[in-house]
């Protein structure tokens, strides 16, 4: 083991600085999935005991009972981004489950004016065509009870692909290590992203790209980059539930996002970057849900060169009736001033339902 560690450290660190770091690589990646999760902030990695376990922590698969599946669809930038997700998960046996999902996170209909003049130096708009960039994350997950009790991992090996219409399209590859602990109803997880770090190859159809190279003077030139890399993150969580007269349910949740990178986080160093999420979830008998979480905080340079700290809050609002939840959150991917508010719907089926 130590030495599988040793070989996997050195790996990291020989790919880290053979290829072209992207502090933002692979973003769509990181949005989030489930309206239920989103709601509170994204703080259930320690929590996840369903079908998205698949994406916030595969450890937590080893809780399914039965066979389920999960949709989701959001719309964001005043509905020009499109956002999808599909996931499926069943157990194996008593230790063990499986799960796969598709993340699409795209924008379509794009306008592509690079033919727009003809030879002549005449515009014409019937040169003018549509295209669509598309990102897509495909994850297959394998999670297991360990032999000591109250630990569980999962493993998640993912394959990116990312297309942009007919000018480049790339190929990633990467993989995500899952852990949860359970003792006397407290929960803790670690979930571990791009732990390899993960690696996308680009390839740019030249000819495309001659269209447009040096139409701004001096800009455009060169080729782009054809590899990048995203490097590891990682999420510390913590969440507690309370029973109150066997009716209502509080469930408590925290975590601790980090960057091995300097960012605009609230705690940042030139080592580690940490943005903290909170969340709560308040249940009635199981049937309904209010959650609200507020995280993505950020310290944010002003006019003035003063600093202020922006953050996200979130809310959500979910039914669940014999095996089929429906959720909803209120959310953006910015803060509380800078971004439009999305509306998230998500679906979840507890496929035993129809045996």
Known sequence: MKKLFGLLLFWICTTQYAQTVRKYSNEFMNIGVDAAALGMSSAVVASTDDVNAVYWNPAGLTHLEDHQISLMHANYFANIAQYDYIGYASPIDERSAWGISMIR??????????ELIDNQG??????????????YGFTFSYARKLPVEGFQYGVNAKVIRRIIGKFANSWGFGFDFGLQFERNDWKFGLMLRDITTTYNVWNIDEEEYAKIANAIPGENTELPESTEITLPKAQLGVSKKFEFHDDYSLLVATNLNMRFEQTNDIISSKVVSIDPAIGFEGGYTDLVFLRAGVGNFQNVTQLDNSEKVNFQPNIGLGFKYKGIQVDYALTDLGNQSTALYSNIFSLKVDLGIFR
């Open 122 to 135: 005449n515009i014409d708009y019937n040169r003018i065509s549509l295209f669509s960039t598309a990102d």
């Open 105 to 114: 996170f795209g924008v379509d209909d794009i306008l592509d004016t690079t």
